[in-house]
């Protein structure tokens, strides 16, 4: 018997750091015994889930004893939505599985992945948890003029190598809410070869203002090797649930096929997200609170002197000047539950989910108490 279990455990495993969840309410007023908190910290949509998915998941909770289907309804609804074919869709429990799936199925010890500093957490603990090599671009200066931190397309391109698998590019990404525009992705797509997997994960694209949203049904035509991912749990609400998607080429959707669980998303998220998708007024309404509550904010922080990240997402990072941690820990107490990003080596943001009229106002004004 060797001295830990640690040791047994593989390369990739016992360097790995695990995802830090955003904190509960529940999780905060148990410790502090205080009510009436708020939670802006994990990008959930404020207004909580479609009726229509409730309706769903109570005519379908009598029938949770029988293993879920393989997806075929949701797959031929998102193949509709998308124009593509329901062989281009591959579902996940969340998208993030299916960022796993990708790298268990492209990536060894040989391998490298590509991505930014100060992109999704994610991406770093899916390669090292096969124990492939992360190769990470430096992300815009601060300063830039137009997308500080954002993806800089040259500094990715110039960290592919023959060792490299997969390139992930979120848009807009997290946490810092910038985006590359369409002909800029479009350029650097057409500059990564072939046998490089392109991820674009785009968990906040129906945030996004129509003219940076990406044209998805030509991109997947003229690039072969593109995973695009997609989720229910933003702007959709049904985080909880664990539901998400890709859309690719048959060819990567049957591999990634190859590697999932036979049942990896569960009836219940099944059906909620095919009613969520009926409701269109929910996700117009929940964009354009989102837009008001980004305005609300940027303005707040522009007359307190707080500079911040421009956004295409449900959040806004904002520059707060002072170690990040610690201001997170004096709005806790006040029962305001925001994102420190330092694990982001961004220690003096924070991250803001926008939320509802009010949680915003609350939110500022504890700030500034705070501040
Ligand atoms: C929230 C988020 C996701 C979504 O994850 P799910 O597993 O679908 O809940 C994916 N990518 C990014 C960048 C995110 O911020």
Not at 115 to 120: D, G, I, L, N, T
Not at 127 to 133: E, F, H, N, P
Not at 301 to 316: D, V, W
Request: aromatic fraction near 8%; proline fraction near 6%; charge should be negative.
């Amino acid at each position: 018997m060797s001295n830990s279990f640690l040791e047994l455990a593989t390369q990739g495993i016992q360097k790995l750091t695990p995802y830090q969840p955003g904190k509960s309410v529940d999780e905060l007023e148990r410790e502090l015994g205080i009510s009436n908190s708020i939670k802006l910290a994990s990008n959930e949509n404020p207004l909580g889930p479609s009726a229509l998915a409730l309706s769903a998941i109570e005519e379908n909770a009598s029938s949770i004893n029988y293993y879920p289907e393989g997806g075929y309804a949701l797959s031929n609804k998102l193949a509709l939505l998308h124009q593509v074919d329901p062989a281009n869709i591959t579902l996940g429990n969340g998208s993030n599985e299916i960022l796993e799936l990708v790298t268990r199925a492209f990536l060894t010890p040989q391998h490298s992945a590509v991505f930014s500093e100060y992109s999704f957490a994610v991406y770093p603990i899916v390669v090292q948890a096969v124990g492939a090599k992360a190769h990470v671009a430096k992300a815009l200066p601060e300063d830039h003029e137009t997308m500080p931190l954002g993806h800089d397309p040259d500094a990715l391109l110039a960290q592919v190598d023959d060792s490299t698998r997969i390139i992930f590019i979120a848009n807009p990404n997290n946490p810092t809410g910038t985006w590359l525009t369409p002909d800029a992705l479009e350029n650097l797509f057409s500059r990564i070869a072939q046998d490089v997997i392109i991820v674009l994960d785009l968990a906040y694209t129906e945030y996004m203002d129509d003219d940076v949203k990406p044209p998805l049904s030509k991109w997947l035509q003229q690039f072969p090797n593109l995973v695009v991912t997609q989720t229910f749990s933003k702007v959709y609400a049904l985080a909880g649930l664990r539901i998400g998607y890709s859309i690719s080429n048959p060819e990567i959707a049957d591999i990634l096929n190859r590697v999932r669980q036979p049942f990896n998303t569960n009836s219940l998220a099944q059906a909620a997200a095919i009613a969520s998708l009926d409701d269109e007024e929910h996700v117009i309404n929940s964009v354009s609170i989102n837009n008001a509550g980004k305005a609300y904010l940027q303005h707040a922080f522009s007359e307190m002197g707080l500079r911040y990240l421009p956004t295409m997402g449900n959040f806004i990072s904002v520059n707060v000047e002072q170690d990040g941690v610690a201001l997170y820990q004096r709005l806790l107490q006040q029962g305001v539950i925001v994102r420190p990003v330092a694990n982001y080596s961004m220690p003096e943001y924070l991250r803001i989910t926008i939320g509802t009229q009010q949680q915003n106002e609350r939110f500022i004004e504890t700030l500034r108490q705070c501040l």
